[in-house]
């Protein structure tokens, strides 16, 4: 007998359960050790990318018969992705086996885009869900989430305005949420009230859309392509943020992010800088280039006193227009260059007159800089070797600066 089949079988359950249920089922066949183990695996995981209907009606009385089959004494996770039109009755045979059993993940992801049987938004052991192009249109609230904990909704059609609002209500000690908007989700206010919500991943689809949240206790934030209006309370645990955002009046948004850490953002180049706020914690900040809002910049640099690394990036490869670097050399030089900086990473870097300058001013002031990375955007190598020359001719004023040309 081979090693492996001495081990025990929860060792054994733990490596089938990293498998599609379809390649367990194929394990049945190794030995006698192995004719029933597949039964008692808690993860089962369906794909069907099945061309024609006769593959398909098959793959469907394999989820039944595996389904049926198993006994696991829990089923911790359920996953379904499709690429063919399943039945509703199928859909909510197989929901309701799963909930029966204790049901902790599901994970669902058909196309084209399908309904899912109430007994899924009652099911009390519910710990995540994920769904993924389904209407909730059909949905009867109130429903209940007792106890989860992560929420993904990518691609869904809701009811109304209130559908997300009663959703979220439900999940009272939610702590992960991704949404994922799509144009026509029949939704144009979006408002998540979670006490104790950690992560959120936000990305809008319309320009008309209002976007509220109110979460005391986010420490993670990613927010993209919110238009039109936002509303955001105070978030006095944030430690880390990711904006990205299409709309310019940033100004409470970023009043509301002053707590953080570290920050990756990208705003129109008439975004204003909250007046009067300080940024006390930033310590790694990461700013898009490809709009060059260069006062924004310096705003940023004026106003994060403990800032020690600063990466410039150019996310979109859309280039608005050389922006002028409105600075005043006789100005005060921001104290975050002075005493705190200590890396320095440009990707994209054009070499043009305003950048040219930016790095100037940037490696002149910053006096405990340890290492500077420069990645050209250009790719001619007679080019890209005169604008490393010019660079590296710069004066510094940290006397132990690595200058890296990426």
């Known amino acids: 007998m081979d090693r492996i089949s001495f081990l025990p079988d929860d060792f054994l359950?733990?490596?089938?359960?990293?498998?599609?249920?379809?390649?367990?089922?194929?394990?049945?066949?190794?030995?006698?050790?192995?004719?029933?183990?597949?039964?008692?695996?808690?993860k089962l995981e369906y794909i069907d990318y099945t061309k024609n209907a006769a593959d398909h009606a098959r793959f469907l009385l394999f989820v039944d018969r595996s389904l049926l089959l198993n006994t696991a004494p829990i089923l911790e996770s359920l996953s379904f992705k499709f690429d063919r039109q399943c039945n509703d009755v199928d859909i909510g045979f197989w929901v309701r086996i799963a909930v029966e059993r204790g049901l902790r993940h599901f994970d669902y992801y058909p196309y084209p885009p399908s309904k899912l049987p109430q007994s899924l938004f009652t099911c009390g052991?519910?710990?995540?869900?994920?769904?993924?192009?389904?209407?909730?249109?059909?949905?009867?609230?109130?429903?209940?989430?007792?106890?989860?904990?992560?929420?993904?909704?990518?691609?869904?059609?809701?009811?109304?305005?209130?559908?997300?609002?009663?959703?979220?209500?439900?999940?009272?000690?939610?702590?992960?949420?991704?949404?994922?908007?799509?144009?026509?989700?029949?939704?144009?206010?979006?408002?998540?009230?979670?006490?104790?919500?950690?992560?959120?991943i936000y990305v809008g689809e319309s320009n008309d859309e209002m976007f509220e949240l109110n979460a005391p206790s986010l420490k993670c934030l990613e927010i993209k392509d919110v238009g039109y209006d936002c509303m955001i309370e105070k978030m006095p645990e944030i430690v880390s943020a990711n904006v990205e955002?299409?709309?310019?009046?940033?100004?409470?948004?970023?009043?509301?992010?002053?707590?953080?850490?570290?920050?990756?953002?990208?705003?129109?180049s008439e975004s204003p800088f909250p007046t009067g706020k300080i940024f006390h914690q930033l310590v790694d900040l990461e700013f898009c280039t490809c709009d060059s809002e260069w006062d924004l910049l310096l705003s940023f640099l004026t106003h994060s006193p403990k800032l020690r690394?600063?990466?410039?990036?150019?996310?979109?490869?859309?280039?608005?227009?050389?922006?002028?670097?409105?600075?005043?050399?006789?100005?005060?030089?921001?104290?975050?260059?002075?005493?705190?900086?200590?890396?320095?990473?440009?990707?994209?870097?054009?070499?043009?007159?305003?950048?040219?300058?930016?790095?100037?001013?940037?490696?002149?002031?910053?006096?405990?800089?340890?290492?500077?990375?420069?990645?050209?955007?250009?790719?001619?190598?007679?080019?890209?070797?005169?604008?490393?020359?010019?660079?590296?001719?710069?004066?510094?004023?940290?006397?132990?600066?690595?200058?890296?040309?990426?």
């Open 13 to 42: 359950l733990q490596i089938l359960s990293l498998l599609t249920t379809k390649d367990v089922l194929k394990t049945s066949l190794l030995s006698k050790r192995w004719r029933n183990l597949w039964k008692l695996v808690h």
């Open 125 to 200: 052991t519910l710990m995540v869900l994920k769904l993924t192009n389904v209407s909730l249109a059909d949905v009867k609230f109130p429903v209940s989430f007792p106890l989860l904990k992560v929420l993904h909704l990518r691609w869904v059609i809701y009811f109304d305005d209130e559908t997300p609002q009663k959703l979220l209500s439900s999940c009272l000690i939610l702590q992960e949420l991704v949404v994922d908007r799509q144009r026509n989700d029949n939704v144009t206010t979006f408002p998540i009230t979670l006490p104790l919500l950690q992560k959120l």
């Open 309 to 406: 690394a600063l990466k410039l990036s150019e996310r979109h490869g859309c280039f608005f227009g050389e922006r002028a670097l409105h600075w005043d050399e006789s100005s005060s030089v921001p104290e975050t260059l002075l005493s705190g900086l200590e890396t320095l990473e440009w990707r994209n870097y054009r070499g043009w007159n305003v950048e040219k300058e930016l790095a100037t001013f940037i490696l002149k002031h910053s006096c405990r800089l340890k290492k500077a990375i420069f990645s050209p955007e250009v790719t001619n190598l007679e080019k890209k070797h005169g604008m490393l020359i010019e660079l590296a001719l710069l004066s510094r004023g940290s006397t132990t600066c690595q200058l890296v040309f990426g």
């Open 245 to 268: 955002v299409i709309y310019s009046d940033t100004d409470d948004m970023l009043d509301s992010l002053t707590s953080l850490k570290r920050l990756s953002i990208c705003l129109p």
